[in-house]
């Protein structure tokens, strides 16, 4: 195993977890005497996972997901009768036995054609599962909100289903936090608050829509699967046309950023590599996924100002030049970028320039962030270029601390040094 592999795999803690409450659900439910009371319904809900697991989405911001798989396992796991079948019962082991088999079998298709199997989503679900149905069968059994009677209720059970598909999609999103933080070296702080943000957005849906099937299933039988599968199918199409046309106009804006290179005002590849060097370190640093898509745009396009110039520079290297012209360049990109509209990115343009300390070491509280990420990832690509030497990036990493008491954040400097001996690190 790679080194690099041995550090981004903290997830396997997880996946090792899960596995084993698999095996143990499995064996409980193998072991339960006289089996299954109707096998056609987990059967069903099998399938119907299988299939969501089939039709998953990348959502914006690169996360995978399969809402009709998820809204499934959630039903069956809240499923309080079926129809037809009356002496049906769902319990925690029956229930991720049931998800992990649906899935694994819906993965499989999509493993085929090598788009693999998402064995740090499947750990989730595994683990959200087991806490939805525990709540939900914990509350049946002390009749926590039942009547005078002993009887439920459709307000409190639609309320017991409810709270227990909230408290397991928190415990998906801290699960989904954790691993990101891991993997992408984000602040676990950061992370949380993202994945608690995208749970408003889908989420919302599948546990809407997992609740609803479980409600129906009692009086519908098989029929509450399609009936109310087909609003969120509808919902999971929305997302992914959205998310098409996020990915359609973040390649737009690559292919206009490779303008100052196809006219020769900078090195081939150089807004991409600043682009994802300052993804990195924004990420590192804790910026929100929603900002990051800002600093993304400015990285690429944060030298559009060059093609002002009447000659380029040798290079394309900005940071040799006078203040007053890199200033200018900065500016005169920002009004291209704001005239499309792009107005958080073309802030950050405009003041990607400037000094971190322009006035006898006092710190320019009001510069962004970002902006200081920009021009630290840019002279740092300026300096090393498409080099894969050590030695130089190490020289290029010293010349950046050697001017933090000016014009660099020494925290963005801190931030960019770490990725970079990472890097070289995985490079043998």
């Given at each position: 195993?790679s ?12 996946q090792?977890?899960?596995?084993l409450?698999v095996i143990?659900?499995?064996a409980?439910t193998?072991?339960?005497p006289g089996g ?17 697991e089939?039709?998953r989405i990348?959502?914006p911001?690169?996360?995978q997901?399969?809402?009709l798989?998820s809204?499934?396992?959630?039903a069956?796991a ?5 129809h ?5 019962h ?6 991720v ?6 899935s ?6 999509r493993t ?9 989503e499947?750990?989730?679900?595994v683990?959200?599962?087991a ?13 926590v909100?039942s ?6 209720t ?5 309320l017991?289903?409810?709270a ?7 415990v ?5 936090a954790f691993?990101r ?15 608690f ?5 889908i989420s ?6 997992g609740v609803?099937i479980?409600?129906a299933a009692?009086k ?6 399609p ?7 509808l919902?999971?199409?929305s ?5 098409t046309i996020?990915a359609?106009y ?9 303008v100052?290179?196809v006219?020769?005002?900078n090195?081939?590849g150089h807004?991409?590599r600043?682009?994802?060097l300052?993804?990195?370190?924004g990420?590192?640093?804790g ?10 745009y400015?990285a690429l396009?944060?030298?559009i100002?060059q093609l ?5 520079i ?6 040799i030049l006078?203040a007053?012209?890199?200033?200018r360049i ?8 704001r005239?499309a ?13 400037d000094?971190?300390?322009?006035h ?11 902006s200081r990420?920009?021009k630290?990832?840019n002279?740092?690509?300026?300096f090393?270029g498409?080099?894969l030497e050590?030695d130089?990036?190490l020289?290029?990493i010293e ?9 660099y954040?020494p925290a963005?400097v ?15």
């Amino acid at each position: 195993m790679s080194r690099r592999t041995a550090e981004i795999r903290v997830a396997v803690p997880l996946q090792v977890a899960a596995g084993l409450v698999v095996i143990a659900s499995v064996a409980i439910t193998a072991a339960q005497p006289g089996g299954i009371s109707d096998i056609q319904v987990p059967l069903a809900f099998a399938g119907f996972i299988a299939v969501g697991e089939i039709l998953r989405i990348v959502l914006p911001g690169g996360r995978q997901a399969a809402p009709l798989a998820s809204a499934g396992a959630l039903a069956f796991a809240l499923l309080p009768g079926f129809h037809g079948a009356d002496a049906f019962h769902v319990s925690v082991p029956l229930a991720v036995s049931v998800v992990t088999f649906g899935s694994v079998i819906g993965a499989v298709p999509r493993t085929l054609v090598g788009r693999g199997l998402h064995l740090d989503e499947l750990a989730r679900r595994v683990f959200s599962t087991a806490v939805a149905a525990a709540i939900f069968q914990g509350l049946l059994d002390t009749h926590v909100v039942s009547t005078a009677s002993g009887t439920w209720t459709g307000t409190a059970l639609a309320l017991a289903m409810t709270a227990a598909a909230i408290v397991a999609a928190c415990v998906d999103a801290f699960l989904a936090a954790f691993v990101r933080s891991g993997e992408d070296h984000v602040p676990l702080r950061t992370a949380i608050s993202d994945e608690f943000r995208a749970l408003v957005g889908i989420s919302s849906a599948i546990a809407a829509t997992g609740v609803l099937i479980a409600l129906a299933a009692p009086k519908m039988g098989f029929w509450a699967l399609p009936v109310f599968a087909i609003p969120l199918l509808l919902t999971q199409f929305s997302f992914r046309r959205y998310a098409t046309i996020d990915a359609t106009y973040l390649q737009t804006i690559r292919s206009l950023s490779k303008v100052t290179e196809v006219g020769g005002y900078n090195e081939t590849g150089h807004s991409r590599r600043v682009s994802r060097l300052a993804v990195s370190v924004g990420r590192e640093m804790g910026i929100p996924e929603r900002d990051l898509v800002d600093l993304e745009y400015a990285a690429l396009m944060h030298d559009i100002g060059q093609l002002s110039l009447p000659q380029p520079i040798p290079g394309g290297t900005t940071t040799i030049l006078a203040a007053v012209d890199q200033r200018r360049i900065a500016e005169l990109g920002a009004v291209v970028i704001r005239e499309a509209g792009m107005e958080r990115a073309a802030l950050i343009v405009e003041r990607q320039s400037d000094p971190y300390r322009p006035h006898r070491g006092q710190v320019d509280h009001d510069l962004p962030l970002e902006s200081r990420i920009v021009k630290v990832a840019n002279a740092y690509d300026d300096f090393v270029g498409a080099s894969l030497e050590s030695d130089r990036k190490l020289q290029a990493i010293e010349r950046l601390e050697l001017a933090v008491d000016r014009d660099y954040d020494p925290a963005v400097v801190d931030v960019l040094a770490r990725i970079v001996e990472r890097q070289t690190e995985y490079a043998y």
